[in-house]
């Protein structure tokens, strides 16, 4: 079997659906957190709350970021669930 003969499978709606929800998120907390810490020091929340395993601003931006993308996925994620569209409805003539 040739390189060329090989079959490629396409992903099921489902998966490509998580891998675009997944990236769009992902792009939105960098965006997002390039925002949020221009105008916030990471070490001022860290002095102002402490929080035990925060200890640098390199992990204040970590954390932050990561805050910002699961949210960004969980709001993505309610809008695709709330968007689902069922199609065996009965048509209009």
Not at 1 to 26: C, N, Y
Not at 29 to 42: G, K, R
Not at 56 to 64: D, E, K, L
């Amino acid at each position: 079997m040739d390189a060329d003969d090989e079959v490629v499978k396409d992903w099921p709606r489902d998966t490509i659906k998580l891998a675009v929800l997944t990236w769009i998120s992902f792009l939105s907390a960098c965006v997002f957190s390039m925002f949020l810490f221009a105008f916030i020091d990471p070490l001022i929340l860290i002095d102002a709350y402490d929080p035990p395993l925060i200890e640098s601003r390199n992990a204040g931006y970590a954390v932050g970021f990561f805050f910002l993308w699961i949210y960004a996925w969980a709001s993505g994620w309610l809008v695709l669930r709330l968007v689902r569209r069922k199609r065996n409805w009965p048509r209009r003539p």
